[in-house]
C-alpha cells in the first residue's frame, strides 16, 4: 500500500511532443520509458500536411502514422484515460500515450497569434500544466525558437536527446591510440614478435590489451617510432601488425604519398582488402576525398579489385537553392561534385612524365569508371565489386545511413567522409549525426575502420583560416 501511496505522490513527467520530434525520429513515442506522453492535436494535423511525398521527411510522417494507428487500435474502448504503451512497444515503454479529444480555448498571452501552429502546441501545453499542477509538464521540440517561446511563458522544455549517440563529440572514437613512453620497459618481457608478408607481428599480453579495439592504429613517436594496427584481441592477449608506410614514394597510391600519420592510416585502410567499411572525418583541407579517390582508382584500374567508384552525396545547399537543373541524373548531380572534379585534376598531374596526350587518355579512362549518383534513387539497389564513396556523410540522418550501408552486396567497399562540424541538414546535431552514428557502432568490428583526420594539408593559407576564422 505504501508503494502505491509512493507513486500517486510522485507521479512520471507529461511530455508534450512537438511534431518535428515525430518527424526526426518515428519510434520517439517509445522512447520515453516510465513517463507518459501527449500528442496536441495540431502535431497530427502537421503530420498529415507532411505525409505526401517521397522526401525522408514525409517517409518518416507515414511511419509515424502507422505507429499511432497500431497504438489507438490496441485499446477496444475509450482513449481518454490514457492509452498504455507497454503492449504495443513491445515493453519497451510503460506510461501511457494521451491525445488531445477535447478543444482548448485562451491559455496565450493576448500578444500572441493563435493562427500559428507553435501558438496553439504552447496553449496546449499551458493548459495541461494548470490540470496537472503535482506533475511536470515537459514540451520536447527539435525547433530551439518554440523552446525559447516556452521558456519566456513559463514552461519547461527541452530538445529530444534519445537519438544522440554520445553527449560530447570530444568523446567520439578517433581510431588511434598513442602508446605510453615506458610502453616497452612495461610490456617487452612478454611480447612475441614474428614476420609476415613482409610485416612484423607482435602479440601483447597484459591489462593495456583489454582497451584496444580490432584495427585501432597504436603509434609511438620518438627515435624508433612504431606504427601499427590491431589485428586480433582475445582476453587479455592482442596481435598488432606494423603499417605499410605511404609517406614513402615508392608505396605511392595514384601518384599520392602520405603527408602525415593519420594520412598514413587512412590509406592503410583504404588498400586493405579485408576491411569493407571505413568513415574518414576531418575538417576541410585534411586530404579524405583525395586519398579515398587514389585508392579507388588504384583498386579499380590498376588491381581490378573493384568494377567501378560509386561517389554520393547529399544535395544540401550552403547557400541559396539554384533551382531545378537540366540533364541527365549525372548532369544534375555535377554542380555538387566540384570536390570531385578538383581532386581529379590533382591526380591526372601526378604524373609528370606523361605529358597532355598520355594524361587526357588518363582523364577518359578515369570518368568512365566513376559514377555519380543521387541519393534519392539508392532504395533497393545492391552494388556488387563497387568502391562506394559517401560524401558529406554528416548530413546523413542514421535510418539513411543504414538504407546506403545496406546497399552494398558481395565485394563492395563502403567509405563515409565528412567533417561533423560542418552540418547543415536542420534538427540534425553532431551527436545525432548518421556519420557520429556509424563511427561509435562500427568500431571494433574485425572489417570497419575509422580515422580522423587532424592536419590540414591544402595549403598555408587554408590551415590558418581554419584555425582563426
Not at 507521479?11 to 512537438?18: A, S, T
Not at 579507388?296 to 590498376?302: A, F, H, K, N, S
Not at 539497389?381 to 568502391?387: A, D, E, S
Not at 563515409?416 to 562540424?421: E, H, T, V
Request: aromatic content about 6%; charged content about 25%.
Amino acid at each position: 500500500m505504501a508503494r502505491n501511496t509512493a507513486a500517486a505522490a510522485a507521479p512520471g513527467k507529461l511530455f508534450v511532443l512537438d511534431t518535428n520530434v515525430l518527424m526526426h525520429d518515428p519510434t520517439c513515442i517509445y522512447r520515453f520509458e516510465e513517463h507518459d506522453v501527449f500528442l496536441p492535436m495540431m502535431t497530427l494535423e502537421e503530420l498529415d500536411n507532411h505525409k505526401k511525398g517521397l522526401s525522408e521527411i514525409a517517409r518518416n510522417a507515414r511511419q509515424v502514422t502507422r505507429t499511432l494507428d497500431e497504438i489507438v487500435n490496441s485499446v477496444d474502448g475509450s482513449i481518454d484515460q490514457g492509452i498504455p504503451l507497454h503492449g504495443p512497444s513491445r515493453k519497451l515503454a510503460s506510461g501511457r500515450l494521451f491525445l488531445q479529444t477535447e478543444a482548448i480555448t485562451g491559455g496565450l498571452p493576448a500578444g500572441l497569434p493563435t493562427a500559428r501552429v507553435d501558438n496553439q502546441i504552447l496553449a496546449v501545453v499551458i493548459d495541461l500544466q494548470r490540470r496537472h499542477p503535482e506533475r511536470p509538464v515537459i514540451l520536447v521540440s527539435k525547433d530551439i525558437n518554440m523552446r525559447i517561446k516556452a521558456r519566456v511563458l513559463g514552461l519547461s522544455a527541452q530538445d529530444y536527446f534519445n537519438d544522440k549517440v554520445l553527449e560530447d563529440t570530444d568523446l567520439l572514437y578517433t581510431g588511434m591510440r598513442e602508446l605510453p613512453s615506458d610502453f616497452w620497459e612495461v610490456y617487452g618481457q612478454d611480447i612475441e614478435s614474428r614476420k609476415k608478408d613482409g610485416r612484423t607481428l607482435y602479440r601483447l599480453k597484459g591489462s593495456f590489451c583489454a582497451h584496444l579495439l580490432v584495427n585501432q592504429f597504436l603509434f609511438q613517436e620518438g627515435e624508433k617510432p612504431l606504427y601499427a594496427i590491431v589485428r586480433e584481441i582475445s582476453g587479455s592477449t592482442a596481435e598488432i601488425q606494423t603499417l605499410t608506410d605511404y609517406t614513402h614514394t615508392k608505396n605511392n597510391v595514384w601518384g599520392i604519398t602520405a603527408r602525415n600519420r593519420e594520412q598514413n592510416f587512412a590509406l592503410n585502410l583504404l588498400m586493405n582488402p579485408e576491411v569493407d567499411f571505413i568513415t574518414l572525418l576531418g575538417q576541410a583541407g585534411t586530404g579524405k576525398t583525395l586519398l579515398t579517390l587514389a585508392a579507388g582508382l588504384t583498386q579499380v584500374l590498376e588491381g581490378r579489385r573493384y568494377s567501378e567508384i560509386i561517389m554520393t552525396r547529399v544535395t544540401v545547399p550552403v547557400g541559396e537553392d539554384i533551382g531545378f537543373l537540366p540533364g541527365t541524373e549525372e548532369e544534375k548531380m555535377g554542380p555538387w561534385m566540384g570536390a570531385l572534379e578538383d581532386n581529379l585534376e590533382v591526380l591526372n598531374k601526378s604524373d609528370d612524365d606523361a605529358g597532355d596526350w598520355g594524361r587526357a587518355a588518363t582523364r577518359d579512362l578515369v570518368r568512365n569508371r566513376i559514377k555519380i549518383k543521387s541519393l534519392n534513387f539508392m532504395r533497393g539497389r545492391t552494388f556488387l565489386n563497387k568502391f562506394l564513396i559517401i560524401d558529406e556523410a554528416q548530413n546523413l540522418t542514421p535510418k539513411q545511413m543504414k538504407t546506403l550501408i545496406t546497399r552494398a552486396g558481395p565485394g563492395t567497399k563502403v567509405i563515409c567522409l565528412g567533417n561533423i562540424a560542418q552540418i547543415d541538414t536542420p534538427y540534425l546535431t553532431e551527436g545525432s549525426s548518421g556519420l557520429t552514428y556509424v563511427v561509435d557502432r562500427f568500431k571494433g568490428w574485425q572489417h570497419a575502420g575509422h580515422i580522423t583526420l587532424q592536419r590540414g594539408e591544402r595549403s598555408r593559407l587554408a590551415d590558418y583560416a581554419a584555425e582563426v576564422l
